[in-house]
């Protein structure tokens, strides 16, 4: 692929980054009695949801072009930074890979948790997108920072991993009333991420190796 094409490709990580803030701005719009103070992310996009409509067509961009961003970074890295840094990279779009075909399968059916097969299936997706994007962020921020591989990089994937780890902690410690401010610090942590690789692979990753 032309390199000057594939590079540009790169900027789709913001644009899906735009497209999924768009979606978690302005869809409680089209579901009344939202609290996004309380509930999920996933709850406007639930298959019983009014705001599911909108939701698609706001969200359009996020997943698609999150893929080619990610998958781009795949393409591109294997001659740069350190064996641990490319690993996480990989485990990375691997977990946007799962993340993606995962919720798409398998959206709520409904706000909350019903118990049925296609939410419980669900739950297990989340599972695997949580532990594969701990996984990844953390080789990537120990192969950045402790190898000093890139450290610009590594410290971007260790702001986005206190995020996730901030999110989590929030919504086993506070009270239920307040599941959603913490659980949207896990969901923009690995989208945000998704911008930062696909700003680094546009600047090119050698001239982010000395920075």
Not at 119 to 145: E, F, K, N, Q, R
Not at 148 to 157: E, F, I, T, V
Request: glycine share 8%.
């Amino acid at each position: 692929m032309n390199e000057k094409l594939s590079r540009r490709l790169g900027w789709l990580g913001l644009v899906s980054l735009l497209s999924y803030t768009a979606a978690v701005a302005f869809s409680p719009l089209a579901c009344p009695g939202y609290d996004w103070i309380s509930q999920a992310v996933s709850d406007l996009s639930a298959d019983s949801a009014p705001s599911r409509v909108l939701w698609s067509q706001l969200g359009a961009l996020y997943m698609p072009c999150g893929i080619v961003c990610v998958t781009m970074c795949c393409v591109t890295i294997k001659d740069h930074y350190s064996r641990v840094v490319r690993a996480g990279i990989y485990l990375f779009a691997l977990m946007n890979w799962i993340s993606t075909v995962g919720y798409t399968m398998f959206p709520l059916t409904q706000a909350g948790i019903s118990g049925q097969f296609q939410d419980v299936m669900h739950l297990i997706v989340t599972a695997a997108v949580v532990l594969l994007s701990s996984a990844s962020l953390t080789l990537i921020a120990y192969g950045g920072l402790r190898q000093k591989s890139c450290p610009a990089l590594g410290k971007w994937a260790l702001f986005a991993l206190c995020l996730m780890i901030a999110g989590a902690v929030g919504t086993a410690v506070l009270p239920h009333a307040y599941f959603g401010i913490p659980e949207r610090f896990s969901v923009f942590a690995c989208s945000g991420f998704t911008s930062v690789l696909g700003i680094f692979h546009s600047r090119g990753w050698e001239r982010q190796e000395v920075l």
